[in-house]
């Protein structure tokens, strides 16, 4: 039973259930359903899908996860990135004929789910490590001024199209002499009220008595009274027939799980857009996840995350949806709401599927504008600004990261955005790992310890040349640090050994042996011997295994203070 647990952690949960829990759950899948209705449907709207495909993307995805999911209150469904990239996607795809637009986002959903699954199979989460936190927010804050655009000829009930930052705001410019009035006053109002609402709403509740946790949930739920509000003044007043985009007809009834009809021209069409969804949906996700998890004071698996994502997305893509992940918004609503289980998810799942089966006909007049409104309020909390200053401040290597990833999601669209961000994490991983933090140490006085000659006052001699590496030595860096040796050996004549404080060396691959024997040589010929100290016991082995250490002109010492000390005395 627990080996089962491991891999399916709701088992887990089953043996401490009780009625409380059972009521703290019910009352976050309540709030959480309430907020997740509109958000579904305006989702599947940025997606370019019809409506009743967002609630199809709340229902079995929140199942599937909440069985393999390690975290027990982040919320699965449909989010404004994901479906940014979908539409991104499938707009490219559909126009060369490859595949329909329904058949094509189911595609992009089971392909995103394969990818995840088999990288949690495989145990490959650690991949995820290759974005950087500042290249992350870049591309959403990028991706978040992108939506938010998107969405203005909803607000002013006009037509625009592009895909890109430039052609949006070119094609919205042009169209705009062609607003709707009423279109634009119900958009208007839509986004005051729900910026207000995000603020102001709490406040006012806790002013009838409600608590302030319980307060800012139910705030939470503000797009609901929007969506019924609009629609009954556009239902009352005919505002349909004065060119008010509305939903229409919503079908009623529960998704039915089919594979999707493709061919393998879709699927390689498809493929790269899928895996560049499957990296930024399980960041996004992970992040959450493990912020949440964190206070609680437990632990998510990375690794089973994936699997948990996996399911999910493959659970959306046969129930005809499309691609999903954890939400930063909902998950937080559902922690502070009261959740302790994936048991919450799964009351969730109910409540829309109960959306779907009796409300979708009361959805008929709701306003497209009110929907927009909704996108744009959300993803503009996305946005930050301030990631330019932190990274400038920080790194500038880690600043030219994010402008760039920023700069080409803006002008060249969110795929080639989130894969200029892969690429700029990577380059900027090996950027950091290339020139590693080499410092000349010397001795502190009336101590063992070793520190940087150039801000301690420490003793040296003249004969030993006492060096610190402050990174594991891999073929990326072991060029610099031959290079910084060579250089230091050439300024200081009188030297006749030098000593590789190993203590940061925490793995070494076959180019740093070889750079470390050629470098061994080298010295030899120099009449200068190579000495190191303090190496750890894995990279002893490897170094064992490789023989330098049996052609080492100096010798393997197990401090530094201990190799400075004997070679003092030798050269006295």
């Known amino acids: 039973m627990e080996k089962l647990s491991r891999f399916v952690p709701l088992l887990g949960q089953i043996s401490t259930y009780d009625r409380a829990k059972f009521s703290s759950d019910l009352i976050a899948a309540t709030v959480v359903t309430i907020m997740l209705i509109p958000q579904s449907l305006a989702y599947a709207m940025l997606a370019g899908l019809p409506a009743e495909l967002g609630l199809y993307a709340s229902i079995f995805p929140l199942l599937a996860y909440a069985l393999f999911g390690s975290c027990k209150t982040l919320a699965v469904g449909p989010v404004a990135i994901a ?12 126009a060369l004929g490859i595949i ?13 789910g394969i990818f995840l699954l088999l990288l949690g199979v495989f145990r490959l989460g650690f991949i995820s490590n290759f974005l950087s936190h500042p290249v992350v927010v870049g591309f959403i804050t990028a991706s978040g001024l992108v939506i938010a655009l998107s969405q203005f000829k909803h607000i002013l009930g006009i037509k625009a199209e592009g895909h890109n930052f430039v052609e949006i705001v070119y094609s919205t410019i042009s169209n705009l002499t062609q607003f709707n009035t009423y279109t634009l006053i119900i958009g208007v109002c839509s986004v005051l009220f729900l910026f207000w609402a995000r603020q102001g709403s709490a406040k006012l509740l806790e002013r009838f008595g409600i608590s302030k946790s319980l307060a800012f949930s139910l705030s939470k739920a503000a797009p609901v009274v929007g969506v019924a509000v609009t629609t009954l003044v556009v239902s009352q007043f005919g505002l349909d027939k004065q060119g008010v985009a509305i939903v229409g007809t919503i079908p009623t009834g529960m998704p039915s799980l ?12 498809l493929f790269v857009p899928a895996v560049l969804i499957s990296i930024i949906g399980y960041v996004e996700s992970v992040s959450v996840g493990r912020t949440l998890s964190a206070k609680k004071r437990e632990r ?23 691609p999903v992940t954890g939400g930063f918004a909902r998950s937080v609503v559902n922690y502070d709401a009261g959740a302790e289980t994936q048991f919450a998810a799964i009351f969730t799942a109910v409540g829309i599927s109960l959306a779907a089966l009796f409300l979708t006909p009361l959805l008929h007049y709701l306003p497209i504008a009110m929907l927009a409104a909704t996108i744009i309020v959300a993803v503009l909390s996305l946005v930050d600004f301030s990631i330019f200053k ?16 920023v700069f080409l999601t803006l002008l060249m669209g969110v795929e080639i955005g989130v894969a200029s961000g892969i690429i700029a994490s990577i380059l900027l991983l090996l950027h950091h790992t290339s020139k590693p933090h080499i410092a000349e140490v010397g001795l502190l006085p009336n101590s063992e310890h070793f520190r940087n000659i150039l801000h301690f006052d420490v003793e040296c001699h003249p004969s030993v040349l006492s060096l610190r590496v402050d990174e594991s030595l891999l073929f ?16 200081r004549p009188d030297a006749k050994a030098v000593i590789l404080d190993c203590a940061a060396i925490n793995t070494i691959d076959l180019s740093a042996v070889e750079m470390l024997e050629a470098l061994n040589h080298r010295l030899s010929h120099q009449n200068i011997a190579l000495h190191l100290s303090e190496v750890k016991v894995p990279v002893q082995r490897l170094l064992k295994r490789s023989g330098l250490l049996e052609e080492l002109t100096g010798e393997m010492h197990l401090s530094q203070y201990d190799a400075y000390q004997s070679l003092v005395k030798h050269y006295e």
Do not use: C
């Not at 990326?476 to 300024?491: A, H, M, Q």
């Open 390 to 405: 932190r990274a400038w401040d920080f790194s500038k290597s880690d600043f030219a990261a994010v402008s760039i990833t």
């Open 300 to 322: 998510i698996d990375g690794n089973q995350e994936l699997i948990a994502l996996g399911a999910a997305n493959i659970a959306s893509g046969m129930s005809g949806a499309f």
């Open 83 to 94: 479906s940014l990239m979908t539409a991104s996607a499938l707009g490219k795809v559909t």
């Open 258 to 269: 089919v594979l999707p009809s493709f061919s393998w021209a879709a699927v390689e069409a």
């Open 100 to 112: 329909g637009y329904v058949e094509g986002a189911m595609l992009l959903a089971l392909l995103s």
């Open 476 to 491: 990326s860096n072991v060029s610099y640090l031959e290079e910084y040796i060579s250089d230091l050996i050439t300024k």
